[in-house]
Each structure stands twice: as C-alpha cells, then as structure tokens.
C-alpha cells in the first residue's frame, strides 16, 4: 500500500498533488453538499464575475460539479487533455474573482480585494498553464520498457490482432497464438514488413491443457516480457440450452489458459524485474449478464485476478493490467452465437488499455462503458441489475436460446 501511495503521489509534483485533494473535496464533499443540502433561499454561484442566487445557482452549480469532477480524475490520471483547460478554468476563477469585488462590493478596498483574490488565483493559473509537459508526459516505448517479446493469445482476429498491430509499432517482436494459422501468418507478414520486427507464429488450440503446455514449450526460448491473454469467446443463451462440451471450453479458454500461461512466464518477469501481464476481460465481468451467464462469470474471473495481481505485483517492476471491454467490433459476436450489434473499434481499445498499463489495475473503454460498469450495480439492488441486464442481452440473442 505504502508503495503504491509513493508511486501515486510521484506522479505529480506537491502543489499539483494539493490541488487535486482539493478538486477531490470539491467534487465529493462540497458540491454535493451545496447542491443537496444548503437551502436554495441562501445558495449563491459565481461565473465569470456574475452572481447568481437560488434556483440559478442550483442549476449552475451541476456544470460546476463537473469541472471538479473532471479535474479529480484529469489530475489523478494525468490525462493530456487537462492541458489547457485547468489553466483556463483556472483562469476564469481568477477573473471572476477580481471582477466579483469590484461589481458587487463599494469604494476602493473593493478594487483592493478583487486584485488580491484575482492575483491569488493567477498562481494555480500560470503554475497549470507551464505543466503542460506534465500532462503530456514522454511516452518510452514499450520494448524500452518491458524488453524484447511479447506473447498475444487470439492474435489472428479482433482485439488480440490489433494487440499485436499496437505492440509491434512499440518495436515489440510478437508470438501470436490462435487456431488459424493462415491468419496468424498474414498479420505476421504485416507486422514483419509494416515494423520490422521479428514473429513467430504458434497455431495452436488454448481450450486444451495440452494446447497451452505446447505454446509454453513454443516460447521456452525466448524472454517473453509482454504476455497478452486475450483469447476469449462468448456463448449466448440460457445455460440449460448450451452445450456442456461448449460450457467447458469457455470455460479452459477464457479462465484457464490465463492462469496457467500466466503462472508459467510471470516469475521470470520478476526475476528480471520487468514485464507486463494483460488480461482482456470485459464490462461483462462487472455484474451478473443472464443469457450470458457463465460468459460473464468468466470474464470476471479474468477482471478480478488481473486486479488482484496488480495489487500483489506493486513494487516488482511488472505491471498487470485488466482490460475491460464493453462491445468491440471483431468476430465475437458472431462466435458467441449472438445477433449482430455496434461496438467500438478493437484499435480503440486497445490505446485504452496501452495508456493505462503501468498507471490502475484495470481500464475500460469508452465512457458509456464505464457509466454501465460502475454505477448501476454499486447503487442498485442485485435484482434489478439481473433483470435490466436480462432485458439487454435478450435483444441480442436469438430466440431460441432464451
Ligand atoms: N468483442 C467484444 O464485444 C468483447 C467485449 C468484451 C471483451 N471481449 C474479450 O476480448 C477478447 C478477444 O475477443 P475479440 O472481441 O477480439 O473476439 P474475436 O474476434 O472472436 O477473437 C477471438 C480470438 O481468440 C481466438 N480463439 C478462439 N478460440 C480459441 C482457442 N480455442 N484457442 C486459441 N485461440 C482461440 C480466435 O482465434 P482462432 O479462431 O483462430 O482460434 C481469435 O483470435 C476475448 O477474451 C473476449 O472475451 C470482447
């Protein structure tokens, strides 16, 4: 824990790390206090210099809730669009605060104080507006830092391709693991040509023990420092229309081949002090997904034991990472046996998960996502979050399998 608050707090200098404890009282104690608690009668916002009272300054206090809330998670994860818009944020704080006096107030101690609390606020202003290479941190390339392959499970089809794609423009050399080895041959070529990087391509089925036995034995000569466990499928319907043999697979696929191919490569990575385990898991592990059940159970083994490492791996030099994905456009949908719907780019998400290894445990794609992962079944009874699931994913699955 104490290596963790360390790196946490490192991430940003003092002044920064003050002003993002006060954006987070903002957001978590104040607003909410202003906008629930404190009586309309007395309630007063101030934009721009302007005053506003009562029921005004009720409604404009939610925008104001959202700066803060914005800047709580822009400055605790660092994130490249907090640069300009904290300073100009800032900056109409400061504005607002030499105008309030002076429109507001009487007689010259009025100028006094607007130029005082204005003068104040340009600090935090300027100091944001020069941190600009903060925010936009250098990124070293992952073969800098982690070494020299990486191993990507399901490389030949949606995300785990685009894994591959991500990872060898990082001039990381991969392994790439599927069944189709005429896929895996054709992005082998790519990636060799387009990033000059060395692959080997393993066709290999990871739904049997002796599948994942003969991919280690694939590997066994090479420093893998990057293992991507991405191969995964779905199975859309009631579970007592499925097939056993199927269930299973699922099951040796998306939970078993992790662990062990995990239990197997990680302890080098600690040896050698460096390396990155990712596990795509899913929005789907986040809640109960009836017509997707036992999908869903499996997707949330894959998203606890990547947080659950992350926390055990803190201070070893390896980072791990649980990528969770809501609907993604790759072959899934059709492999799970489920009716065609959008999803997001498999690229997309793939930045989604590069940019927040090494920084949280898990990471999930797109805001909506993340609304759908976190709030409805940390505020709602379990019931109506198994109902109101059921009621989506029937839509996606055919009729006779509900
Ligand atoms: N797409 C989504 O909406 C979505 C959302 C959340 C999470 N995810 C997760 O993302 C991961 C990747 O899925 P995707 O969307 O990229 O689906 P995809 O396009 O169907 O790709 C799945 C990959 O897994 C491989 N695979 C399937 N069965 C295998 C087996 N028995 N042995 C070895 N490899 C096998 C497939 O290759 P072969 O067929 O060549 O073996 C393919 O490369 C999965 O873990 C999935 O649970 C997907």
């Keep these: 824990m104490g290596e963790w608050i360390r790196h946490q707090l490192g991430r940003r200098p003092g002044w920064m790390n003050l002003l993002?404890?006060?954006?987070?009282?903002?957001?978590?104690?104040?607003?909410?206090?202003?906008?629930?608690?404190?009586?309309?009668?007395i309630d007063e916002e101030v934009w721009f210099g302007v005053r506003f009272h009562g029921t005004w300054a009720k409604v404009l206090e939610i925008p104001h809730w959202f700066v803060y809330a914005a800047g709580t998670v822009g400055l605790w994860q660092m994130r490249a669009w907090m640069w300009p818009w904290a300073a100009v944020y800032t900056g109409q704080v400061a504005f607002s605060m030499l105008v309030w006096p002076m429109v507001y107030g009487e007689g010259f101690g009025a100028y006094v104080v607007g130029v005082i609390a204005g003068?104040?606020?340009?600090?935090?202003?300027?100091?944001?507006?020069?941190?600009?290479?903060?925010?936009?941190?250098?990124?070293?390339p992952l073969n800098e830092r982690y070494g020299e392959w990486a191993l990507i499970t399901g490389a030949s089809a949606g995300i785990g391709a685009a894994f591959a794609r991500a990872l060898a423009g990082e001039g990381l050399s991969c392994v790439l693991a599927a069944r189709r080895e005429d896929e895996l041959k054709l992005l082998g070529e790519e990636l060799a040509r387009d990033h000059g990087v060395e692959v080997r391509c393993v066709p290999v089925d990871l739904a049997t023990a002796t599948g994942v036995e003969l991919l280690l034995s694939q590997v066994a000569d090479l420093?893998?420092?990057?293992?991507v466990n991405n191969a995964g499928i779905g199975y859309a319907g009631r579970f007592d229309k499925q097939e056993r043999g199927r269930q299973e697979q699922m099951v040796q696929l998306n939970c078993m081949a992790p662990v062990s191919l995990t239990a197997e490569l990680l302890p080098k990575m600690i040896e050698r002090g460096r390396g990155a385990v990712i596990f795509t898991g899913s929005v789907a592990g986040a809640q109960p997904l009836p017509l997707h059940a036992l999908y869903s159970a499996t997707k949330s083994f894959d998203n606890f034991l990547?947080?659950?490492?992350?926390g055990e791996l803190q201070g070893s030099g390896v980072d791990v990472l649980g990528l969770q994905p809501g609907s993604t456009v790759s072959e899934f949908h059709e492999v799970a046996g489920e009716l065609p719907h959008a999803g997001q780019p498999a690229d997309e998400v793939v930045q989604v998960a590069l940019r927040a290894l090494g920084h949280q445990p898990s990471a999930i794609s797109g805001g909506f996502n993340w609304l759908r992962a976190n709030l409805a079944h940390r505020l709602l009874p379990r019931s109506w979050v198994a109902l109101v699931a059921r009621g989506v994913v029937a839509r996606q699955t055919p009729d006779e399998m509900q």
Excluded: C, H
Aim: charged residues 15%.
């Design 20 to 41: 993002l404890l006060f954006t987070a009282f903002m957001a978590f104690v104040y607003m909410p206090w202003d906008l629930f608690v404190k009586p309309a009668a």
């Design 306 to 310: 990547a947080e659950g490492l992350w």
């Design 223 to 227: 420093e893998i420092s990057v293992l």
């Design 119 to 140: 003068g104040a606020f340009m600090i935090p202003t300027l100091a944001l507006w020069n941190a600009r290479d903060l925010f936009q941190a250098k990124w070293t």
